[in-house]
């Protein structure tokens, strides 16, 4: 096997023996099918970079499709603010599609599907349909008008569509098996009334298709090869191959290519919300300012605050395909930005909390025009000039009347560096009434060849110019905000994820543009933002030159540290099981701490090691405990209800041990 073939991904394997199997080069088409109903965020990133990024490797198109079926939630504002962020990325588009474009074809195909008995009308409430379906463990029945004549079906479709129905009267659904093991083939809904306009056909349609039956035909006239979709549309598969191959037979020659879906684990980030209708409850409560607010995961707020692209695309493909979910921790996409802008930044000074500094010993009117590094990480960045003058700013914590040996930075009566100036020595203090350090006098030498170990960014008092910064924080304090089932997302919110400060920096970043990009020396990484004026410089903390996060996990000793690389260490899923074996023999105090281990525990457990244990004997019911209380923390992280997981909860909800049962209803 070449070292080429080694380092395809599962997808690109998949592409591979296609092509080696007759599919020809030229018939590849990929497609991105984001719904217009909400802001992309992070997680769109793995889904855009995989479908974009094989059209950059075969040189094949990829097609831009939003997926409007839903007038209700879709807006114009949603399609404008993701081709935006497409094109940020750096991504081109060969068509710009809407399934909207498709729906006089779906309709048509809908009703040779009714002529041909395999779609019906069916006027039953949703509470009446959802009882026939069954369960996962036991099949659906027949509605009473799953059996209406071909001519009640059309006259009544064709009712539906000229609007003489009032919504949730009638829906069409595609006749297939009520009794069908997989719950999505149970006669599935193919179209509602919905009464609203929709962003681009306006009032033309009062009946709209659903997603299933859209996504996979607007796929097949498109003639897309590979249909790529992340892994809780895998049970959703069936029914794709199925409505496709349905109206396959229509146009076998001018639509010759059947698409092939498949599935990627979706991207989840620590401390991160990825739900739109949550994003979209912290915009409405106004815990942000909008979906661009810099602490918001949304693509479009990552820009503002100063995220480029080429960071987005490199921490994407850092993470790679994979066929299961897992968490990415954050601190990944922060590592990538800092890569990136370490190489292109600027260097530049920056005072956000600042002290005065008087050097006694230099002339009051002098002002000198110092040479300084612009990057010194780029040979081609060249040098810039900063003034320096008889006062200058320096950031508070930066000085202490007296300190240890240890203290590097400037204390009275020993000498520091400034960046890219002269050595000076700290003399004494001038305070106000309350005690407050307002001045530190200083002496200066122009002898720089004189070794100190610390080195401080300052700004000259005269020449500064003032700033509001906005130093950012992660929004959420807790690792999996959304995964407690007994609290809400919105307790684990950061109070101190924005703080705003009035700061001076130099004088060269008066031409700063909007979204210019810079290093403040020895704070981190800073972008112009949005609101910034020809009176007003306003900048956004992207991120700090190192993890602060990391040093906040509480660290164990040596010993501990070497015991534990000497243990193997035992999965999760393990202890969890062995944890499971006692359970319903401990005393209730002791049970809440082994569920609350459990459910920690739970956090590094992925869909496919629990799933073994959803057949567990009815006896062993303490595993089964284990399993369902692991099972609440993968779906608070976003894993989908499938039909063996919804079998497994009504077969608990079945048990005659209480604890289950309540554990079950608690999902």
Known sequence: MSEETKSLNFIEHIIEEDLANGLKKEALRFRFPPEPNGYLHIGHTKAIGISFGLGEKYNAPVNLRFDDTNP??????????????????????????????????????????????????????????????????????????????????????????????????????????????????????????????????GTDWCIYPMYDWTHGESDYL??????????????????????????????????????????????????????????????????????DDPRMPTISGLRRRGYTPNSIRKFV????????????????????????????????????DPVKVVITNYPEDKVE???????????TAGFRKVPFSREIYIEKEDFKEQAGNKYFRLTLGKEVRLKNAYIIKAERVVKDDKGHITEIHCTYTEDTSIKVKGTLHWVSVPHAIKAEVREYDRLFLN??????????????????????VEAFVEPSLADAKVGDRFQFQRLGYFNVDNDTTSDKLVFNKTVGLKDSWAKQKPSENKNQQ???????????????????????????????????EIIELAKNVSYEELEPLFNTAV???????????????????????????????????DDKNEILVAEAKAI
């Open 72 to 201: 209700a939630k879709e807006e114009q504002e949603y399609v404008d603010a993701i081709k935006e962020d497409i094109s940020w990325l750096g991504y081109k588009w060969a068509n710009e599609l809407y399934s909207s474009d498709y729906f006089q074809q779906l309709y048509d195909w809908a009703v040779l599907l009714i002529k041909e008995g395999k779609a019906y009308v069916d006027s039953q409430s949703s509470e009446a349909m959802a009882e026939q379906k069954g369960t996962p463990t036991q099949p659906g029945v027949d509605g009473p008008y799953r059996n209406r004549s071909i001519e009640e079906n059309l006259d009544l479709f064709q009712r539906m569509k000229d609007g003489e129905f009032n919504e949730g009267s009638h829906v069409l659904r595609a006749k297939i098996d009520m009794q069908h093991p997989n719950m999505l083939m149970r006669d599935p809904l193919m179209y509602r009334i919905l009464k609203k306009a929709h962003h681009r056909t």
């Open 222 to 291: 498109e003639q897309i090869s590979h249909s790529l979709c992340s892994l809780e549309f895998k049970p959703h598969r069936e029914l794709y191959d199925w409505f496709k191959d349905q109206v396959y037979k229509y146009q076998p020659e001018a639509l010759p290519m059947l698409p092939k879906q498949r599935e990627f684990a979706r991207l989840n980030l620590s401390y991160t919300i990825m739900s739109k209708r949550k994003l979209l409850k912290l915009v409405e409560e106004k815990i942000v300012s909008g979906w």
């Open 317 to 352: 493909e850092t993470v790679g395909v994979a066929k299961r979910d897992n968490v990415i921790d954050v601190a990944l996409l922060e590592f990538c930005i800092r890569e990136d802008l370490n190489k292109t930044a600027p260097r530049v000074m920056a005072v956000l």
């Open 369 to 379: 025009w110092l040479e300084a590094e612009n990057n010194q990480e780029d040979d």
């Open 479 to 500: 690792e999996a905000p959304d995964a407690h089932p007994d609290k809400d997302f919105m307790e684990f919110i950061n109070p101190e994820s924005l703080k705003i």
């Open 562 to 596: 070497q015991s534990k690389q000497n243990q193997p260490q035992r999965k999760a899923i393990d202890v969890i099981q062995k944890l499971g074996k006692k359970y319903t023999n401990l005393p209730e105090a002791k049970q809440q701490n082994v569920k609350a």
């Open 619 to 653: 006896k062993k019911v303490g595993t089964r405990i284990a399993a369902m209380l692991t099972l609440g923390v993968l779906i608070k992280n976003g894993q989908k209800k499938n039909s063996a997981i919804i079998e497994f909860i009504e077969k608990a909800l």
